[in-house]
């Protein structure tokens, strides 16, 4: 069974960081890209970034929201992607989710953690 | 950056009607095109793929349809357990998320 399980969530004062580990298990991780998608509270899906695996260069790609001031990587040997996050924001509290897809040209299978929730409040 | 347009952002209607969300990309996404159905406090459930395929288990009342740059969902007979926002995503590559529609019964 795919598991995610994401953690490190809290509270954070503005221009502060935060990492977050999303631990996967069920599955090849190796192979695997992995994303970040966050949601503030009431509002919509927001997509984060991604990484890629080992095979595509580990090659990220963030949002244009995110870019320089979080990073994603991966340590396949613990089957665990991160997310680094540095001059946080208010606007960047939401709860934060790990998730997989996986598409081939017969099917598409999504997977989602539980999602952490990031708080950035003085 | 593609982006992914779409709308209403809410609707009513009452049990039994057909209902049409409209996504619309930026640029052309081929048929790279997903919806998804979100109850509050759940995470996203993937109802479609492919802009048209239905995702196994789930009811035949939903559809998809559309190429490039345009897509619709449609809900053939809204049921009381439909009431969810809805959200297209694209996915190659970033997967970009539409804004949302709140569907709810009149």
């Known amino acids: 069974e795919v598991q995610l399980v994401e953690s490190g969530g809290g509270l954070v004062q503005p221009g502060g960081s935060l990492k977050l580990s999303c631990a996967a298990s069920?599955?090849?991780?190796?192979?695997?890209?992995m994303h970040w998608v966050r949601q503030a509270s009431g509002k919509g899906l927001e997509w984060v970034g991604r990484?890629?695996?080992?095979?595509?260069?580990?090659?990220?790609a963030y949002a244009a929201s995110v870019k320089g001031r979080f990073t994603i990587s991966r340590d396949d040997s613990k089957n665990t992607a991160y997310l680094q996050m540095n001059s946080l924001k208010t606007e960047d509290t939401a709860v934060y989710y790990c998730?997989?897809?996986?598409?081939?040209?017969?099917?598409?299978?999504?997977?989602w953690g539980q999602g952490t929730l990031v708080t950035v409040s003085s | 950056d593609i982006q992914m347009t779409q709308s209403p952002s809410s609707l009513s209607a009452s049990v039994g009607d057909r209902v049409t969300i409209t996504c619309r990309a930026s640029?052309?996404?081929?048929?790279?095109l997903a919806w998804y159905q979100q109850k509050p406090g759940k995470v996203p459930k993937l109802l479609i793929y492919?802009?048209?395929t239905l995702q196994s288990g789930v009811p035949s009342r939903f559809s998809g349809s559309g190429s490039g740059t345009d897509f619709t969902l449609t809900i053939s007979s809204l049921q009381p357990e439909d009431v969810a926002t809805y959200y297209c995503?694209?996915?190659?590559?970033?997967?970009?998320f539409g804004g949302g529609t709140k569907v709810e019964i009149k």
């Open positions: 492919a802009a048209s």
């Open positions: 990484i890629r695996s080992k095979a595509n260069s580990y090659a990220t």
């Open positions: 069920g599955f090849t991780f190796s192979g695997s890209a």
């Open positions: 995503q694209k996915y190659n590559s970033a997967l970009t």
């Open positions: 640029q052309g996404i081929s048929n790279y």
């Open positions: 998730t997989r897809l996986v598409v081939s040209s017969s099917y598409v299978v999504d997977y």
